[in-house]
C-alpha cells in the first residue's frame, strides 16, 4: 500500500532514501504556495500537486442544529437516551462522595455517628465505609482525605463491575451489536480497526459516544497527544497478522483486507487557544501534522519490515472536544491524506437536516467521496459514512443535553488511570490516562495528570486518586503475579516522585489488574491505603 504523507508549507520529512530526490520538487511547490502529496506507489517519486483552492482552511467550527430544534433524519435517539442515563448513574456516583461525607463529617461527635455514617454510605453510596476510619473519630478528626480517596476507588471498582457484569453500552464481545460492526468492517476491506485517541479525559468516550462504534470491535490504546508507540503498535500488526494465518481470525490472511491504523486528534472550537491538545499546546495543525506523521511511520515501519504489500491503511481525524463533533481527511485510494482539506460532520449535518434518512445517507457518501485527497476507495468511503452518520447522533446528543456545547470545557476528571488497559471507561470527562509500563517512560504524561488534579482535588484539599492497571494474559503461566509486580513497581515510584503529596495524605493509589481473555472486571490488588480492617480488600 502507498504511504501517505501531505504537507501544506510544512513539510512531511521523507525517509532517507527519497530526500535528496524530492527536494527539488518540495521547493518548487512550497515556494509556489502549492500543496505537495507524494504517494508511494511508484517508487515514492510520482508527485500530485493539490491546487490551493481545493485546499479547506482551518477554522472552527460552530454548532448547528436540524429545523425547529429536531434532532436530524439519522439520529437515534432511543440510544441518545439510554447514554445519557448511563453517564449520569456513573458520574453522579462519584459526585455524591463530597456532599456525603460532608454530611458524615458534620455528626462524627454524635453518640450514634458510626450508624449514622454507615447509612448514609449504604443508602447513597451503595457500600460502608471502613469501620477502623470511623472508629477513631471520637477521639480526633475523621481522616477526610483518606476516606475520600477510598471512596473514589470503591466507586470505581462499582463501575468496572456493572460494566462487565451489565453490558451498560451493548458493545461486549459476541454481543449482536459488536457481531454486526465486525461484518461491516470487513466488508468495507478492513479486518481491525486501530484508534489512537489523545489521553485527554476529554476523548475517553470518542468509541462508545462519538463515533458510537461496539468497544469490542475497535482496539483502543490513547497515548498523549494521539502519540502512539510505533513498536508496540507494529507488534500488534503482527499479532493479528498471525491470527489470520494460523487461526483465519477475523478472516483467512489470503482475503484482500487491510489493518486500519486511525489517530483522533482533538480541538477547541471555543477556546482555541487553550482548550486544545495540551500536548501540542492548543495547536490544531500541530495536533494534526504530528498525528500523520506517527501514522506514516508505523506504516513505513510495516512496510520496511514485511515488504511494500503489506496490509496497513491509515485515517486520521479531529473531535471538538466542545460539541463531539468530528471532522475526517478522507485519505486517498493511493494513500494520499490532506492535512488542510477535511469533512466536518455539523457541515453534514446542516447540509442533510431537511432530507429523508435515505437521501441524507446518499448525500453523505457523496460528500465523502467529494472530500477525499484523491479518488477514494469505496470501502473506505463506506466506513467513513458510518463513523460520520454515527457522530450526527452525537451531535444531537451534546446539543440536547449540553446545551450544543458542554459546560466544562476543560478537565473535569474524576481520577487518574495509569498503566495499561481500562476496557470499562468509556465517559468523558471520568479519567486522565497515563499509558505506561513504567512511570520513568511515561512521567511527562503523569505529570500533567498530577498538574490537572492539584487543581481539581488539592486546591480543595482532597487527595490526587490513582488507579493503577495492568491487564495481563491469564493463559501464559506467572503472567498476573507480573503484572502485580509491575503495578507496584508503579505504586512505589509514583510515591518516591511524588512524595510530597503521599507525606501530606494528598495523594492514593488503588492497584488493580485484569485478565484481558475474559470479560470480568478488574480485581484489586492493593492500595497506599491499608484495607485489612475495612473489610473490603
Known amino acids: 500500500m502507498p504511504r501517505p504523507l501531505a504537507t501544506s508549507n510544512r513539510l512531511m520529512a521523507p525517509t532517507a532514501p527519497t530526500r535528496r530526490q524530492l527536494a527539488s520538487v518540495v521547493d518548487a511547490a512550497v515556494s509556489a504556495g502549492e500543496v505537495l502529496v507524494p504517494s508511494a506507489a511508484r517508487a515514492r517519486l510520482e508527485r500530485r500537486v493539490v491546487p490551493a483552492a481545493a485546499v479547506r482552511p482551518m477554522r472552527a467550527p460552530r454548532p448547528r442544529s436540524g429545523a ?43 453518640p450514634a455517628f458510626i450508624e449514622q455514617a454507615q447509612k448514609m454510605a449504604r443508602s447513597e453510596l451503595g457500600f460502608e465505609l471502613p469501620l477502623h476510619l470511623l472508629d477513631t473519630a471520637w477521639v480526633s478528626q475523621l481522616d477526610m482525605r483518606t476516606l475520600f480517596a477510598w471512596c473514589v476507588f470503591q466507586t ?9 457484569d451489565q453490558d451498560p453500552l451493548g458493545g461486549q464481545p459476541g454481543s449482536s451489536a459488536a457481531e454486526a460492526f465486525n461484518a461491516f468492517l470487513l466488508s468495507c476491506g478492513f479486518h481491525l480497526l ?21 468497544f469490542a470491535s475497535v482496539r ?44 483522533l486528534y482533538h480541538f477547541s472550537s471555543r477556546d482555541p487557544a487553550h482548550e486544545g491538545c495540551a500536548a501540542h499546546g492548543s495547536d490544531d495543525v500541530l495536533a494534526a501534522g504530528s498525528g500523520l506523521r506517527r501514522l506514516c511511520d508505523f506504516q513505513q515501519a510495516v ?11 491509515l485515517m486520521l481525524m479531529g473531535i471538538d472536544t466542545d460539541t463531539d463533533a468530528i471532522r475526517v481527511h478522507v485519505p486517498g485510494l493511493d494513500g494520499s491524506t490532506n492535512l488542510e482539506r477535511w ?18 445517507r446518499e448525500a453523505l457518501e457523496q ?58 471507561i468509556h465517559l468523558r470527562n471520568l479519567t486522565y490516562f497515563a499509558y505506561m509500563d513504567t512511570v520513568e517512560e511515561g512521567a511527562a504524561d503523569l505529570d500533567v495528570g498530577v498538574k490537572i488534579f492539584k487543581g481539581l482535588n488539592v486546591s480543595r484539599g482532597l487527595p490526587v486518586p490513582v488507579v493503577v492497571r495492568f491487564d495481563y494474559n491469564g493463559q501464559v503461566p506467572g503472567a498476573r503475579e507480573r503484572a502485580i509486580v509491575r503495578a507496584e513497581r508503579v505504586q512505589a515510584a509514583i510515591e518516591q516522585r511524588y512524595s510530597d503529596l503521599v507525606n501530606a495524605g ?32
Not at 470505581?156 to 462487565?164: C, H, N, Q, R
Not at 483465519?248 to 483486507?257: G, I, V
Open 68 to 110: 425547529s430544534g429536531a434532532d436530524h433524519p439519522l439520529t437515534d435517539a432511543l440510544t441518545n437516551q439510554a447514554l445519557r442515563d448511563y453517564d449520569n448513574q456513573v458520574k453522579d456516583a462519584f459526585d455524591r462522595i463530597v456532599p456525603v461525607l460532608k454530611r458524615i463529617a458534620a455528626v462524627q461527635h454524635e
Open 156 to 164: 470505581y471498582e462499582l463501575t468496572s463491575a456493572a460494566f462487565f
Open 194 to 214: 486501530d484508534i489512537t485517541p489523545c489521553a485527554d479525559g476529554r476523548l475517553a468516550h470518542a468509541i462508545a459516544y462519538a463515533l458510537r462504534l461496539p
Open 220 to 263: 483502543r490504546r490513547s497515548h498523549a497527544g494521539a502519540m502512539f508507540d510505533v513498536e508496540n503498535t507494529v507488534n500488534r500488526w503482527v499479532k493479528t497478522e498471525h491470527h489470520r494465518y494460523r487461526e483465519a481470525k477475523p478472516n483467512p490472511a489470503h482475503e484482500d483486507t487491510r489493518y486500519l491504523k486511525v489517530v
Open 303 to 313: 512496510e520496511n519490515s514485511f515488504c511494500c504489500g503489506a496490509s496497513v491503511d
Open 343 to 360: 469533512l466536518d460532520a455539523r457541515d453534514v449535518y446542516t447540509a442533510t437536516a431537511g432530507l429523508t434518512a435515505q437521501q441524507a
Open 367 to 424: 460528500m465523502v467521496r467529494e472530500a477525499a485527497a484523491s479518488a477514494p476507495d469505496p470501502g473506505m468511503v463506506r466506513l467513513i459514512a458510518r463513523l460520520l452518520e454515527n457522530n450526527l447522533s452525537q451531535i444531537d446528543y451534546v446539543r440536547r443535553y449540553h446545551d450544543g456545547a458542554y459546560s466544562d470545557a476543560g478537565h473535569a476528571e474524576r481520577f487518574i488511570g495509569v498503566g495499561i488497559g481500562f476496557k470499562e
Open 506 to 537: 494528598l495523594l492514593h493509589a488503588l492497584l488493580t489488574v485484569r485478565d484481558q481473555g475474559r470479560h470480568a472486571p478488574a480485581e484489586a490488588v492493593g492500595s497506599t491505603i491499608s484495607f485489612a480492617s475495612a473489610g473490603g480488600h
